[in-house]
């Protein structure tokens, strides 16, 4: 890319001075001088720069284009640049450990997203409204609350993995981003704070995506404190029976409910032993038949349904092929 602008553009800028003591420059340098409408980088039209970086990666991107004149910082901070910052390109070297956080994440990889994070936020001037981060990329408090500091517009937010965020932390982020519309979560253990702050805060909050398992208590929270809800998927996770049946009578508003590839986990009464339901039974059909899409899938031939029955609900994303996790029977939710 960068070629096609040197090719399109006869390119004058002040050389190394090096390079002009350099007697096998001396010829190209006159030669420049004696051009007086050779075209230099800041001469280049705008729209043209606009469309060029559009195709840029975030590491492109962040590379060192907007230090090249004015011109060039100018079209990198273009809105139509900083809808998204899709980071999912961008992942975290680390070993699992024992304890809180259960991860160790190398030095090199925190500054490395640091530095990203900086340039991208400094270019896109509060205009982000997706922000797309990795399934193994473990986001640091100090940096969350660096980009909810400067993300104010931010409407859709991919954040797969909250080993190193504490709860305030999050809750305070959440807080900032008034106009949230879409989430992707883990599955967490006191899912309240997280679904209270934003009932509260964001009221045109209508996607959840959750990548773990869904029990009673996180079934209750959603119906109780998100019952406006629209658009769920729990896919590829553990979900009980009785969770289910939670949602599908507490989301009056739910129109997309996506539990693809899931274990559904049925708890009889004791002494009787927990059950894996081999088909949906007529409780939860009837009750779902009020909603506009319903997508099942537990087809023993199928991949994925495969997949999760071998990590028992808890799908091991890192095991499978890169960018597998992006995936979702929802549109509006994949990636």
């Known amino acids: 890319m960068i070629f096609f602008i040197i090719i399109s553009y006869s390119i004058s800028v002040p050389l190394n001075q090096s390079y002009i003591s350099d007697p096998k420059f001396n010829h190209y340098y006159k030669m420049e001088e004696d051009v007086p409408d050779r075209k230099k980088w800041e001469d280049m039209d705008i729209d043209i720069l606009v469309k060029i970086f559009q195709t840029f990666d975030i590491f492109e991107l962040t590379s060192g284009i907007a230090r090249v004149c004015s011109t060039w910082r100018y079209a990198a901070c273009d809105p139509l640049l ?49 922000l797309i981060f990795h399934f193994n990329l473990y986001v640091r408090d100090d940096q969350l609350t660096y980009i909810a500091e400067r ?86 996770s553990m979900l009980f029976k009785d969770a289910l049946l939670i949602i599908l009578d507490g989301l009056k508003h739910l129109e997309v409910l996506n539990i693809s590839h899931c274990i559904i986990v049925e708890v009889p009464p004791p002494p009787a032993p927990r059950k894996v339901l081999k088909e949906l039974d007529e409780s939860i059909i009837e009750k779902a038949s009020r909603i506009r899409e319903f997508v099942t899938c537990m087809d023993d031939l199928c991949v994925m349904c495969r997949r999760t029955r071998l990590d028992e609900g808890f799908l091991r994303w890192y095991k499978y092929e890169e960018g597998i996790w992006k995936e979702d029977e929802v549109r509006s939710l994949a990636i």
């Open 82 to 130: 900083w809808g998204t910052l899709d980071l999912s390109m961008l992942k975290s070297n680390f070993i699992k450990i024992p304890l809180e956080p259960y991860v160790y994440v190398d030095e090199r990889s925190d500054k490395t997203l640091t530095r990203v994070l900086k340039i991208s936020l400094n270019l896109s001037r509060g205009n982000i409204s997706t």
């Open 151 to 236: 993300c104010p517009k931010l409407k859709r937010l991919v954040l797969p993995a909250w080993n190193r965020i504490k709860r305030t932390v999050i809750c305070k982020a959440i807080n900032m981003w008034r106009d949230l519309e879409s989430l992707t979560m883990p599955s967490i253990a006191n899912p309240p704070c997280i679904m209270e702050e934003i009932s509260n805060n964001c009221k045109n909050f209508s996607e959840l995506k959750i990548m773990g398992p869904c029990d009673m208590f996180f079934a209750h929270t959603l119906a109780s404190c998100l019952p406006n809800l629209k658009v769920l998927s729990l896919r590829c």
